[in-house]
């Protein structure tokens, strides 16, 4: 049974400082590129970071460059968002994917994340 279960959300004050964690299960982590994505009420699902197999390559949204960064565990079969210096504009419920090729997608239940003082 495949399982993706995200943890680390909450409350948190501008310039603040939140890691998510994406625990994964019944598939080959490793051989998965996963991502981050996330949704704010009203507005569509954005990618926000993904991460390919073995964490050579990562893409970011332009608007978390620099601030947020995307890490992976193989050996753990954890995937890791550290986010520095959060914005009101990042409160979202964040989401983690984890796909190989076109056919073979899962995703994690959500995440809150609020950014406010």
């Known amino acids: 049974q495949v399982q993706l279960v995200e943890s680390g959300g909450g409350l948190v004050q501008p310039g603040g400082s939140l890691r998510l964690s994406c625990a994964a299960s019944?598939?080959?982590?490793?051989?998965?590129?996963m991502s981050w994505y996330r949704q704010a009420p009203g507005k569509e699902r954005e990618l926000v970071a993904t991460i390919f197999r073995f964490g050579s390559s990562t893409i970011y949204l332009d608007s978390v460059k620099g601030r947020f960064t995307i890490s992976r565990d193989n050996s753990k079969n954890t995937m890791y968002l550290q986010m520095n210096n959060l914005k009101p504009e990042d409160t979202a419920v964040y989401y983690c994917k984890a796909q190989f090729g076109s056919s073979q997608l899962y995703w994690g239940q959500g995440t809150q994340v609020t950014v406010s003082s």
């Open positions: 019944g598939f080959s982590f490793s051989t998965y590129a």
